[in-house]
């Protein structure tokens, strides 16, 4: 099990690497780079960079456990056409009209090269701030017989909780690793991690990477 907030995880203790995956989300050049979506939007992409260690011994052990690793990529078409006009206005506003941010034909999109992806991960490319919402993520976790994912990535008050709470709706056994998530907002993160643990854990549990990284560790020794 792995030592966390409100309750040790899984609340059954059935942690089973097969049934398990490690969910990356949006660790994007968009959301990291001085020159992305998040930094034009004003906000400091330095706190999203700073989980990166974390997030990649969080893959390498998860890899080693059997455990899947899903990275999930935000943007547009290139031609916008999935792009809602409130969506389009919010871009003109923010003075990104006319420029490859957020698509998926600019450079942006890309998943930070200081990320570890391997040919075997899963990648999701979603529009919305949810990772269930118009992708077929639900459909590759129920094919392989996921039923526990662990949290990861930016930013924790956005597109992680989003994905979090519809992940707990369709009664996912869930962990939020609170050192391998960020925000340009350190008060939204606070509060996004607060609410996990809230109602004896209503979106799930929290704890760090250490944490998840022993308990990983510990169930790859059991199947050696």
């Known amino acids: 099990m792995i030592k966390a907030i409100p309750f040790d995880f899984p609340y059954d203790g059935r942690l089973e690497p097969q049934h398990a995956a490690l969910l990356v989300i949006d660790l994007q ?20 960079r700073a989980i990166l260690p974390a997030v990649n011994r969080l893959i390498a052990t998860a890899r080693a456990a059997g455990v899947i690793v899903i990275h999930t ?30 698509l998926r034909s600019g450079p942006g999109f890309q998943i930070c090269a200081d990320v570890d992806v391997k040919p075997q991960d899963i990648i999701i490319d979603k529009t919305c701030n949810s990772a269930f919402t118009y992708t077929d993520l639900e459909m ?14 930016c ?17 996912f ?45 510990q169930l790859a020794d059991a199947a050696r």
């Open 29 to 48: 050049e968009d959301f990291l780079s001085p020159t992305g979506y998040f930094a034009r939007k004003g906000y400091d992409p330095s706190p999203l």
């Open 73 to 102: 990529r935000q943007g547009y078409r290139a031609d916008t056409a999935d792009m809602t006009p409130y969506e389009k206005w919010r871009r003109k506003r923010a003075g990104l009209d006319g420029t490859d941010v957020l």
């Open 155 to 171: 930013t924790t008050d956005v597109c992680v909780h989003t994905t979090l709470r519809e992940a707990c709706d369709r009664n």
């Open 173 to 217: 056994q869930c962990l939020t690793t609170s050192d391998a998530c960020a925000s340009g907002d350190q008060y939204a993160h606070e509060a996004a991690l607060h609410m996990v643990t809230v109602e004896d854990g209503i979106f799930g549990a929290l704890g760090d990477s250490e944490a998840v990284i022993v308990a990983l560790r």
């Open 140 to 153: 590759v976790l129920r094919a392989r017989g996921i039923t526990h994912l662990l949290f990861t990535g």
